[in-house]
């Protein structure tokens, strides 16, 4: 990496992360005025009410970024298109909750402006030498890419930092691998700008957090990891395309397990509960912090297997995925992730038995 490269990093990051930071308390007023406020209930961490239209202010960092370092084009105009309709969608919601599927119609009309306008397509793949162009259905088949990453980050935002510090690990890793493969287009800078403005919004949202993100910022960086991703991996193998996916691994999963868990307690896929894998860890007795470092920290281990991946040995990279998944599905067995486990009769005889004496 030249240091004409490594100062533009350095630059962009560091300008995007003062900017978020010194326009949160801004938009903690904000929230507090129009209403805003994440109200303690029996399903959320928190004790006291705290303002959760803080996304507002990633997508602050993201609109200056934008217009001191990229330049402007059909193709970045699409994603600011899709991204304001993101947002607005976003703060309806954190004023005012909206039903499921409207939120879903705000998400998809986003997704297809990218699509439509913007031309950005998961337009064909390759795999064991098998090639399949898409056609018509590269449509389709990119807008529901874009609604996934869109709700598993929105699903996983459920604990202080979290959302935040996972975002920061896609951002960090997809620009790492831009820069050792000597690519400096639309999605590099676009990492480096999400970077900054995740990290100028952590310092406010680290545990305790005074500002939550709410839906207006996770479905901001959903929307926006999204695109980078398709920029990024665009007409490749199908391994390459998997690659996104695995960087947050965590988020997705989750939301698979989210879908597979309600299915079989025949409830809507919509319905919020308790059973994510925060949840879990913190019924494991883990505290805050540590639940948020240990998910990011499995999510870094995914991501730097990527980077193994990618840049340095497949097979080996191979290996590391196979070994990380087998200790994700140990903790879903052990766990109430997917089936919620009913205790021992063992156990519930143990305890009787301590009650009585």
Request: proline letters at 3%; charged letters at 15%.
């Amino acid at each position: 990496m030249s240091n004409e490269v490594f100062i533009k990093i350095l630059l962009v990051t560091l300008t995007c992360f003062l900017f978020v930071y010194l326009m949160v308390p801004l938009v903690k007023k904000i929230a507090e005025y129009v209403g805003a406020m994440d109200i303690p209930n029996k399903r959320k961490v928190h004790k006291v009410p705290i303002p959760r239209l803080g996304g507002l202010a990633i997508f602050a960092g993201f609109l200056f970024g934008y217009m001191v370092f990229c330049k402007n084009n059909y193709l970045m105009n699409s994603i600011l298109i899709g991204s304001f309709i993101i947002i607005i969608t976003g703060m309806i919601d954190d004023i005012k909750p909206l039903d499921a599927k409207v939120k879903l119609l705000g998400q998809a009309i986003a997704a297809s402006v990218v699509v439509f306008y913007g031309n950005i397509l998961l337009s064909s793949i390759s795999a064991f030498g098998i090639y399949i162009n898409f056609g018509l259905l590269a449509y389709p088949i990119t807008i529901l890419f874009i609604l996934a990453f869109i709700n598993c980050m929105n699903l996983i935002d459920g604990l202080d930092g979290l959302a935040a510090g996972i975002s920061s690990i896609f951002f960090l890793t997809v620009g790492s691998i831009a820069i050792f493969k000597s690519s400096q287009g639309l999605d590099f800078i676009l990492c480096f700008i999400m970077l900054g403005s995740c990290l100028g919004f952590l310092k406010y949202n680290s545990h305790p957090a005074s500002i939550f993100m709410g839906d207006t910022g996770s479905m901001f960086l959903g929307f926006i990891i999204s695109i980078i991703a398709l920029l990024g991996f665009k007409n490749v193998t199908m391994t390459s395309i998997i690659i996104p996916f695995a960087i947050i691994a965590i988020p997705f999963l989750d939301t698979i397990f989210a879908i597979i868990r309600r299915y079989l307690k025949n409830e809507s896929i919509t319905k919020p509960d308790k059973f994510h894998i925060h949840h879990q860890l913190l019924n494991m007795k883990f505290s805050h912090r540590k639940t948020v470092f240990i998910i990011c920290f499995i999510d870094a281990l995914f991501a730097i297997t990527s980077i193994i991946y990618v840049l340095i040995d497949r097979q080996l990279g191979y290996l590391l995925y196979g070994i990380l998944m087998l200790l994700v599905l140990a903790f879903v067995l052990k766990t109430n992730v997917v089936v919620e486990h009913k205790k021992n009769i063992f156990d519930k005889i143990k305890k009787i038995k301590k009650i009585l004496n």
